[in-house]
């Protein structure tokens, strides 16, 4: 009798353990990210970098946000304005905005990526044909007193690679970043 109590007990044991590796699986196909910047580069797959806490980034008269922050595999957006900081009503001013890749006219967008050791820029192209649009802007709580937003929106635009001349298309852009007030 003590025996067959034992094997039962075990028996559990070793299904229960094996459910909860078939959960671990199912948790890693489901991305539980909060901030993301995906795109097509030439039209092939899709390229995404993301992460669950993008923390505080601060690029003085930019908002910035690089996804994931400390990385060299990973995008950045960059939205640029003639003054000294990019301050909380300039964020809140970028929903429903169109912005340009370009540096001649404010405010402005950057798209930087960096895949396979190579970094790439649409302030490397000199011609630029896309558009940078921000649909939504949240408030995101607090960091040390300073403002953080999540700033969602889609893009299109040309890059280089550092060095080249060649211009590569960055098609199907959707983001969902946060920008600080600085």
């Known amino acids: 009798m003590r025996s067959f109590r034992l094997q039962s007990l075990f028996i559990v044991v070793v299904l229960s353990f094996l459910a909860s590796c078939g959960g671990d699986?199912?948790?890693?196909?489901?991305?539980?990210?909060?901030?993301?910047?995906?795109?097509?580069?030439?039209?092939?797959?899709?390229?995404?970098?993301?992460?669950?806490?993008?923390?505080?980034?601060?690029?003085?008269?930019?908002?910035?946000?690089?996804?994931?922050?400390?990385?060299?595999?990973?995008?950045?957006?960059?939205?640029?304005n003639e003054s000294a900081d990019f301050s909380v009503s300039d964020i809140e001013n970028l929903e429903n905005s169109l912005l340009v890749f370009t540096a001649d006219d404010f405010?402005?967008?950057?798209?930087?990526?960096?895949?396979?050791?190579?970094?790439?820029?649409?302030?490397?192209?000199?011609?630029?044909?896309?558009?940078?649009?921000?649909t939504d802007v949240v408030r995101d709580g607090d960091f040390f007193g300073l403002a953080q937003y999540k700033v969602a929106g889609e893009f299109e635009c040309t890059v280089r690679a550092d060095g080249d001349d060649t211009d590569i298309a960055i098609t199907e852009g959707k983001f969902v970043i946060r920008f600080s007030e600085n």
Do not use: H, W
């Open 25 to 80: 699986d199912d948790d890693k196909k489901t991305s539980s990210a909060t901030y993301y910047i995906e795109f097509k580069m030439n039209g092939g797959d899709l390229i995404r970098f993301e992460t669950k806490e993008p923390g505080y980034q601060a690029c003085g008269s930019c908002a910035c946000s690089t996804i994931p922050p400390t990385s060299l595999e990973g995008a950045g957006i960059y939205v640029c």
């Open 107 to 134: 405010p402005n967008a950057v798209f930087g990526f960096g895949k396979g050791g190579i970094n790439y820029s649409s302030d490397y192209a000199p011609t630029q044909t896309g558009s940078f649009t921000v």
